[in-house]
Every structure is written in structure tokens, then in C-alpha cells.
């Protein structure tokens, strides 16, 4: 299984990359060379820190190559932001775009009586029918940490409650989407992760 990793410099790697190598997944980082996104049999893009870095994906043209990918039916998963990059936007970065798969946009949380950023494990609702969760049992956790989210919709796999119901993965046809951390969460986490190495174009 060939994976190409997404590097848009605004994030480490290196525990990505650690944990698809121990389930056996080949990886291919590229943070400009478009043909390792041509190549791929499985895209992921790790994301951490302001949804503005992902500028970096247009102005190397990256953003073109993986919704040419998608549109080919190779299996793409956004992680943290990279979740939040297949919406519309975010209104962390209202002037920049997302690549819109989704056509809704991200918001932070409301100011209340819980703290902002929410960071830590929190427990998973996934709703039926979800490959990205097959095998995954309602109240697991996962470790989250991020300011803004995506709204609960019909692509949403799964939700989480923190201050208010949000989604905590989206998935539709060959794109998937988790705003938790999968390489941070333990056996549920590589199960999350071994459920999209293992799904059919």
C-alpha cells in the first residue's frame, strides 16, 4: 500500500508517518512534487495550526493534484485541519479557501463555560454505516486538540460533544475527514487508520 503524505510545513510528520509504517503502509511525503500525488493509492493530510498555512497547497499547485486524485477515486483522509481544508473554509481564515468537497464552513467554538482550544480525549459517536469506523464502538475515545470545527451534516461520520455537538469525522464516497488525532489515540486510533488503508477505491 503506497500512501502519500501531504507536507504543507506547518505541522510534524513524524508520528503520522510512524504509525502508518507500523501497519504496513509504504509512505511518500511531497510537499510540492505532484506526481507522488498522481502515484498514490492513498492520500493523507496531517494538519496542525492556522487553516491560513494551507495556502502553501494552492500556491504549489497541490491543491489541483488531490481533487484530481479524488476525482480518480483515490482514497483521501484529512486529519485536524486537513479536515477542515475539504470545507468551503474557516472563519479562522476567511480570505482563504478550502478545496470545498464539502460546501460548509468551519467555526470556533463559542466563548462559555469550557475552556478554548479543546484539547485532550473526548469520546466518539460514529453513526451507522461509516467504513471509517467499522469495528469502532460508540464512546470510545480519541484526543482532540483545536479551536474550530465543522458542523454536523449529513456527510458527518462522526460526532463529539465539547461545549456544543460537532463533527468529529466526515466521510463521503473516497474522502474522509477526522478532526481528532488518529496517531494520538491509541488502539483506536490504528483502527481508524487500518479501516482507511483497507477500503476499496
Not at 486524485?69 to 484529512?78: E, K, N, R, Y
Not at 456527510?155 to 465539547?162: F, K, P
Request: hydrophobic share 40%.
Amino acid at each position: 500500500m503506497r500512501v502519500t503524505v501531504i507536507d504543507y510545513k506547518a505541522g510534524n510528520l513524524t508520528s503520522v508517518l510512524k504509525t502508518l509504517h507500523h501497519l504496513g503502509a509504504e509512505t511518500q511525503v511531497t510537499d510540492g512534487d505532484l506526481s507522488l500525488v498522481g502515484s498514490a493509492e492513498r492520500i493523507v493530510l496531517p494538519g496542525v495550526g492556522h487553516f491560513a498555512a494551507t495556502e502553501r497547497l494552492d500556491s504549489t499547485g497541490l491543491t489541483g493534484a488531490i481533487r484530481a486524485a479524488i476525482a480518480h477515486g483515490v482514497p483521501f483522509l484529512g486529519i485536524c485541519v486537513g479536515m477542515q481544508w475539504l470545507y468551503a473554509g474557516s472563519t479562522e481564515a476567511p480570505s482563504q479557501p478550502g478545496l470545498g468537497f464539502f460546501s460548509e464552513t468551519c467555526t470556533r467554538f463559542p466563548e462559555g463555560h469550557e475552556k478554548v482550544p479543546h484539547v485532550g480525549w473526548n469520546s466518539l459517536e460514529p453513526l451507522p454505516g461509516s467504513r471509517l469506523f467499522a469495528g469502532i464502538e460508540p464512546g470510545e475515545y480519541v484526543y482532540f486538540t483545536h479551536s474550530f470545527k465543522g458542523p454536523v451534516t449529513q456527510d458527518t461520520a462522526a460526532t463529539t460533544h465539547y461545549i456544543e455537538p460537532f463533527a468529529a469525522a466526515v466521510e463521503r464516497n473516497n474522502v474522509f475527514g477526522v478532526q481528532f488525532h488518529p496517531e494520538k489515540s491509541g488502539a483506536t486510533g490504528l483502527k481508524i487508520l487500518k479501516n482507511f488503508l483497507e477500503v476499496s477505491r
